[in-house]
């Protein structure tokens, strides 16, 4: 039973996507003045904040299964410092394919100073809207991983969404791990829109 207070800031947090969605559309010009209203109320009582992803391979083991998981994946309108953190494992759009979604953990964001352990690489700090993602899985060489070590920093822009929760197997499931602030903010949604049922329907392994 979800409490009340819990449903409150579920509803807050579904008020903020909409709106901040409803502006991206309009700064497009995907939506006219006139629509504004309309969308909002639209992905407010209509909508859900979180879909579901199915993530395959080995790069994010242990987070996500050896063979993959299905996640359950929060929305971002926007992937700026006030949505997103270090540590947050993210969906990204792939800089290698355009019709492919990686699923990383998020290491660092601009201005960070990135070192390499080759003395060969000169050290650099990440631009503006950048970021660097890797894969979990330490047993996996930086070019298996395909991660930030491979194609370099990407743009914060590429990042879609937040897993918050992973179905490994039936009898394998929990929330993931991200930050403590997202995880702080991610939880009444959590609450609201988890189905685990629906997770295993949807399972491929």
């Not at 947090?13 to 209203?37: C, M, P, V, W």
């Not at 990407?154 to 995880?183: F, K, W």
Request: charged share 30%.
């Amino acid at each position: 039973m979800v409490s009340l207070a819990t449903w409150c800031r579920y509803l807050v947090n579904k008020f903020e996507y909409s709106l901040s969605i409803s502006r991206k559309h309009y700064g497009k010009g995907q939506i006219a003045d006139t629509e504004i209203a309309d969308t909002i109320w639209k992905n407010l009582f209509q909508g859900r904040l979180t879909y579901l992803h199915w993530n395959k391979g080995a790069e994010m083991a242990p987070t996500v299964g050896d063979q993959g998981g299905t996640l359950l994946v929060r929305k971002l309108p926007a992937a700026d410092p006030t949505r997103v953190f270090v540590g947050d494992v993210v969906v990204l759009k792939d800089p290698g394919k355009d019709d492919n979604y990686l699923v990383r953990r998020l290491a660092a964001v601009e201005g960070y100073e990135m070192v390499s352990n080759d003395e060969k690489d000169e050290p650099f700090v990440l631009d503006r809207e950048e970021c660097w993602v890797l894969a979990d899985n330490e047993k996996l060489k930086a070019k298996e991983a395909n991660d930030s070590r491979k194609f370099g920093p990407v743009p914060m822009s590429n990042i879609v969404g937040r897993a918050i929760y992973c179905l490994r197997t039936a009898v394998d499931h929990g929330p993931v791990q991200n930050s403590e602030v997202s995880m702080e903010k991610d939880m009444s949604v959590l609450e609201v829109e988890l189905d685990v049922e629906e997770m295993a329907k949807n399972h491929k392994a």
